[in-house]
Structures are given as structure tokens and as C-alpha cells.
């Protein structure tokens, strides 16, 4: 399953955004972070969504994992006034950090791979 991540802009004194091709095709009404990692051998892409580029309102995110081999997409919760990296999945355990830079602080989130069950298309 191939995904490409395409240029489109940068947040006014801040990083890059993407949209987000899954074999293709666009994923519709957000942008995406560069942050994002392969899990269980390609089979699921986990990146950092962007729900807004307006640089007064965010950062705000969230972590999207996409199921690429079925195509369908789960969406962990809003980060306010942060960023989403470092996604890892390790002993069921899928863990992420959440960079709060203008308050200088990160915080490890964690949760069982097994209890993300709310999954929709990618397309809708």
C-alpha cells in the first residue's frame, strides 16, 4: 500500500504542512504534519493530523492511524496547543509524545493497541 505526503504550505513561523495521498488518492478536509511512522510492517501508517493552519488557534492535532490494507482511519484525541510525534508499537502497546513547545514540556501517552476500535473510511 503506497501513501505520499504532498507540500502545501507552512505555518507562519512554524513547520510545514502536508496533504495526505493513500494510494493515490486524497485524504479529504486535513492537512498533516511530517511526524509519522510505519506499524506492523506497512500494514498501519500513524502520522500527526493538523485540525487547523490558523497560527492563533494551534497548534492543534491529533494522532490519525491509518489501517492502509483496509482503508480505514482512527483519530485519537485533540491535542490543544501541540504536536504529535514519536509514534511507536511495542508488546501491543502503541505510544506517542505530545510536544507542548511554547510551554517547554512533553508528555508520554500510551494506550493498548487493542482498545483503538473506533474506525472509519479514509475517504469520508
Not at 502536508?18 to 501508517?45: A, C, D, M, T
Not at 487547523?52 to 496547543?81: M, Q, W
Request: a neutral charge; charged letters at 25%.
Amino acid at each position: 500500500m503506497q501513501y505520499q505526503l504532498n507540500y502545501e504550505n507552512e505555518i507562519r513561523f512554524g513547520p510545514a504542512y502536508y496533504s495526505l495521498e493513500i494510494e493515490g488518492k486524497k485524504v479529504p478536509n486535513f492537512f498533516y504534519g511530517f511526524s509519522r511512522s510505519e506499524l506492523l510492517n506497512g500494514r498501519y501508517l500513524a502520522i500527526e493530523e493538523w485540525l487547523t493552519t490558523d497560527y492563533k488557534k494551534g497548534p492543534i492535532t491529533r494522532v490519525a492511524i491509518f489501517d492502509l490494507e483496509n482503508k480505514l482511519v482512527s483519530r485519537l484525541e485533540v491535542v490543544e496547543k501541540g504536536f504529535v510525534s514519536s509514534f511507536k508499537l511495542n508488546n501491543n502497546i502503541f505510544s506517542y509524545r505530545k510536544n507542548y513547545h511554547a510551554k517547554g514540556k512533553v508528555v508520554e501517552s500510551e494506550l493498548e493497541w487493542d482498545s483503538i476500535i473506533e474506525w472509519s473510511s479514509i475517504y469520508s
